[in-house]
């Protein structure tokens, strides 16, 4: 089967600018997720979606991230305006009922913010 | 709070060398246990899951094992061959009727093998 499918793969832009990264699941995945890595450290979830409704968005910014999943496939997480701190890599994760809690990941986008 | 905590931070190995890895988390009530490998520049890929009735679990050269009474879990890599460097992320989630299922992840073990 086809993996998560992320995009950009790389991202440079000043702060104050406005960026959105995009994600295609894995198909018939309906749980998917957004997450921050930051260079040294393990992923930290921004937001995750069932189809197409939220499941926990607590530690999504939500002053300038916001991110939507409106048919339960694809998805888009953007952020604006970008802040320094907000370099890191976004990865996207899927998931689906009945294959336990292994998630698979898509290769993520590394964002540098000048 | 939830907490997963792995050590070493890094490790650098000689080729062929084995090598165990530490995770020791604090989630409870607690639901399983994943260990995932990190590539450089790639996203994490999954090498084992354990729930709390298991304790051990094994793929390929990777064998990871579970005391859920002390809440340790430890990744023995036998063997390790080159492409073994990357970094090793210890995941463990909640119950789904404490925690909601929420997974908590650990900051990584970076491994390097050297030649």
């Known amino acids: 089967e086809a993996g998560v499918a992320q995009s950009p793969r790389y991202k440079i832009i000043e702060k104050r600018q406005s960026v959105a990264f995009w994600c295609n699941p894995i198909?018939?995945?309906?749980?998917l997720y957004w997450y921050q890595q930051i260079l040294g450290q393990g992923p930290k979830l921004l937001i995750q979606?069932?189809?197409?409704?939220?499941?926990?968005d607590s530690q999504l910014p939500k002053d300038r991230f916001s991110a939507e999943r409106l048919k339960g496939v694809d998805s888009t997480l953007k952020i604006q305006p970008a802040k320094l701190e907000d370099s890191a890599v976004y990865l996207c994760?899927?998931?689906?009922?009945?294959?336990?809690?292994?998630?698979?990941f898509g290769p993520g986008t590394r964002l540098l913010v000048l | 709070k939830n907490q997963v905590e792995q050590s070493p931070q890094s490790l650098i190995i000689l080729e062929g060398k084995n090598c165990t890895l530490q995770?020791?988390?604090?989630?409870?009530?607690?639901?399983?246990l994943r260990w995932y490998k990190q590539d450089t520049g790639r996203g994490p890929v999954s090498l084992t899951i354990?729930?709390?009735?298991?304790n051990t679990k094994s793929n390929g050269r990777y064998t990871a094992t579970l005391d859920a009474d002390t809440k340790q879990s430890s990744l023995h890599i036998t063997a390790s061959q080159l492409s073994d460097s990357a970094s090793y992320i210890c995941?463990?989630?909640?119950?789904?009727?404490?925690?909601?299922?929420?997974?908590?992840f650990g900051d990584g073990t970076t491994l390097t093998v050297k030649p």
């Open positions: 995941v463990v989630s909640g119950a789904l009727w404490g925690n909601a299922g929420k997974s908590t």
């Open positions: 979606f069932q189809n197409n409704g939220v499941v926990d």
């Open positions: 198909s018939g995945h309906a749980t």
């Open positions: 994760a899927s998931r689906t009922p009945g294959r336990g809690e292994t998630q698979y």
């Open positions: 354990m729930t709390f009735s298991e």
């Open positions: 995770c020791n988390y604090t989630v409870s009530p607690f639901s399983n």
